[in-house]
């Protein structure tokens, strides 16, 4: 995967639009088979007229808890200076209890795994613990948020591994996850260097920084059936794959179609898909009317000027 990369701005910019934009466009479509959605051309924030889209009470534009929990991480990134687990737990909750981070307020999707993990945050357990840590707690959650911090991150490859499998401690405890969400942000840090990002080589480097533990759930995310089979669910390692496999496409909206078109998870497939090739394309190659229909501009730009604040 390697093309003329844009300037490192516009691909910071796109990478946090590429991921929102995906999201919003996503929505319309999740819990639908591949077999019930439009057909790819007609996939657009706006779904075909007659179409039953999924929350339809919730207006076009707008973003999931996948958009408003990395909107949270990178707040919690820009105000602490790094990757402090309680004043994060914080703002996810914040999120959940009074609507932060959406575009009005209203909290309208919240994944079974991450609402036990608030439970326990609200009962007082540390966020470094709340997330369930058992073999079947490998949903998504934490890898559709974690973005931002390859956005955001300064420091070499082994810590940004570290931070993040740690970011999804408060919610998604198994190093399943951990690892996939760290493989996630080298991939996003070679796109944005302009590099060629080639996901094994990667994945060879990402084990030298790993326990026995995590070596293993990474030899385990590397020979997953979902690599040569991906079907778009909410498991994280499907996920994974999944938003992988749309990168072969040679534009942004491209990407977010063939996301979508795998059904099942489509907001949060088209949210990992869509902020790599937000990097990959910049913030240029995002359709002009998605961008326009995109809710909450406002504070997504005062946010991104805040990140953009620490590029050279």
């Not at 998504?140 to 082994?158: I, K, S």
């Not at 690599?227 to 942004?252: I, M, N, Q």
Request: charged share 25%; aromatic share 8%; glycine share 10%.
């Amino acid at each position: 995967m390697r093309i003329e990369s844009p300037p490192r701005r516009d691909a910071i910019a796109g990478g946090l639009y590429g991921l929102l934009v995906g999201d919003a466009v996503g929505r319309c479509y999740e819990f639908k088979s591949a077999t019930e959605l439009p057909q790819p051309e007609a996939i657009a924030m706006r779904p075909p007229p007659g179409y039953p889209a999924t929350y339809p009470f919730v207006p076009a534009g707008t973003w999931t808890d996948d958009g408003a929990q990395a909107l949270a991480l990178l707040d919690s990134l820009l105000e602490c200076g790094g990757l402090d687990l309680d004043d994060f737990a914080t703002r996810l909750l914040a999120w959940c209890d009074e609507g932060a981070y959406t575009p009005d307020g209203q909290v309208f999707d919240i994944g079974i795994q991450t609402a036990r993990a608030f439970s326990r945050m609200r009962a007082g357990i540390p966020a470094s613990r709340a997330g369930d840590a058992h073999e079947r707690a490998n949903g998504n959650g934490a890898l559709m948020r974690v973005l931002p911090l390859a956005l955001w991150h300064q420091g070499d490859d082994e810590e940004l591994a570290r931070l993040a499998i740690e970011q999804g401690r408060p919610t998604h405890g198994h190093p399943r996850s951990g690892v996939a969400c760290a493989l996630y942000c080298l991939l996003a840090r070679r796109l944005l260097e302009g590099k060629s990002a080639e996901v094994d080589t990667l994945a060879c480097g990402l084990g030298e920084f790993l326990n026995d533990d995590e070596r293993a759930q990474l030899d385990a995310l590397m020979a997953a059936p979902q690599r040569e089979r991906p079907a778009g669910t909410g498991y994280v390692v499907d996920t994974f794959w999944s938003a992988l496999r749309t990168l072969e496409e040679r534009g942004y909206d491209a990407v977010i179609r063939v996301a979508i078109a795998f059904g099942n998870d489509t907001d949060t497939t088209a949210c990992v898909a869509g902020g790599l090739a937000g990097i990959r394309f910049g913030i240029a190659g995002i359709p002009v009317d998605w961008k326009n229909e995109l809710r909450g501009r406002e504070f997504i730009d005062r946010m991104l000027e805040r990140l953009l604040l620490r590029v050279d």
